[in-house]
């Protein structure tokens, strides 16, 4: 049966990016056995789906190894920023407002450090700090394990996660997910962050939302300091007498502003889903268990969410103690509250989230689960 290869820009695309991903993985046979199916007498609607839907998938890898190569990139130019309008903003915007060693700017100085200090160690700590990762099982307990899973039902659309990853080989705790571009699965994991060439999970969440505050506020006090340099440089009619070019002190303030802007959306987002107990994962996956709830006729509440002050409270590892307004953004050494694996729920749960204290001896008390406590 002869078939039509007239399939259209979009069937030709599609075909290229299914070439180039099955040439990169040494699978490019594969594009010749499609092709032999379809001239034995396949549509060619069903090969353009093929290929369209193989072409998915190379732009999901191919995205993925961007990401991957791109991320210690990414750090670098953080840190140059970083460290090129601090030396700006104390060689050329502070002396423009305060002289130097006077009281004010010893104010400022000390504003500057604290935000500094801020700034850099939950930057690199949320770098270096592993975002945490199931712990690994025997070759005797992954086997018994799978087993015991490998009987259960893979969950639909909207109904939870699997409980085992297929890739890393070991059981998924609830809320860890596996990233594609670390290679490995997270615990709590949020997203993946290019800006720090890791995954935001447990041990880390804490640490990237604090750097999120203190480089909004950065921004913030930087475009009100360069305010009125940027005013005097901009104008090219008036002679510039300043300490710094009229390059430099612009790029300053755009750059202040720019990313000023940028942190606001996504520390918005980010305090919301503090607020809230959920991941950015878990955001999407409990707003379509709300609206098939609704839907219904039900109700679905978040499992995770204890309350905002409760939320906030776990997640920055402080007490009710007095000062804990405070006390979140201070620098400590002491880890996440918790392991990662077992979470506090509310008192609407139906009982408390505990999978993981022994993944053998607890493998059929899992299955019997309902897929909804696992998120």
Request: hydrophobic residues 45%; aromatic residues 16%; glycine residues 8%.
């Amino acid at each position: 049966k002869k078939v039509s290869w007239k399939v259209g820009p979009l069937g030709g695309v599609s075909f290229f990016f299914f070439a180039v991903h099955h040439h990169v993985t040494g699978k490019l046979r594969n594009v010749k056995f499609h092709i032999f199916r379809a001239k034995m007498g396949e549509t060619t609607s069903y090969y353009v789906q093929i290929c369209l839907l193989k072409s998915i998938f190379c732009c999901k890898w191919l995205m993925e190894t961007i990401l991957r190569l791109i991320g210690p990139i990414f750090v670098l130019i953080a840190i140059t920023l970083l460290l090129g309008v601090t030396y700006v903003f104390f060689m050329a915007i502070l002396p423009y407002h305060v002289e130097w060693f006077s009281v004010g700017w010893f104010l400022h100085f000390i504003v500057d450090a604290f935000l500094a200090q801020g700034v850099t160690l939950n930057y690199l700590w949320a770098i270096f700090t592993p975002p945490g990762s199931p712990p690994k099982l025997t070759e005797e307990e992954q086997q018994r394990l799978q087993s015991d899973l490998g009987r259960e039902k893979a969950p639909r659309k909207g109904e939870g996660f699997s409980k085992w990853c297929k890739i890393c080989k070991c059981p998924k705790p609830i809320r860890t997910h596996h990233c594609h571009v670390c290679k490995r699965c997270v615990l709590k994991m949020d997203h993946h962050c290019p800006w720090i060439n890791n995954c935001v999970g447990h041990y880390n969440h804490r640490n990237f939302v604090l750097f999120l505050v203190y480089l909004w506020a950065t921004c913030f006090y930087g475009a009100l300091m360069s305010y009125s340099p940027f005013q005097g440089s901009a104008n090219f009619k008036v002679p510039w007498s300043g300490l710094s070019g009229r390059g430099t002190i612009i790029f300053f303030f755009v750059l202040s502003v720019a990313v000023g802007l940028a942190m606001t959306l996504m520390l918005v987002w980010q305090l919301y889903l503090v607020l809230t107990g959920q991941t950015t994962i878990e955001f999407y996956f409990n707003r379509f268990k709300a609206s098939e709830a609704k839907r219904r006729g039900l109700t679905y509440t978040n499992p995770f969410d204890l309350g905002c002050k409760e939320n906030w409270l776990y997640l920055f590892g402080v007490t009710r103690q007095s000062g804990w307004w405070f006390k979140w953004l201070l620098p400590t050494l002491k880890p996440a509250p918790g392991d990662g694996i077992t979470y506090p729920t509310n008192s609407s749960a139906k009982r408390d989230v505990n999978p993981w204290e022994d993944p053998v001896l607890r493998a059929e008390a899992k299955l019997e689960r309902r897929l909804e406590d696992f998120v």
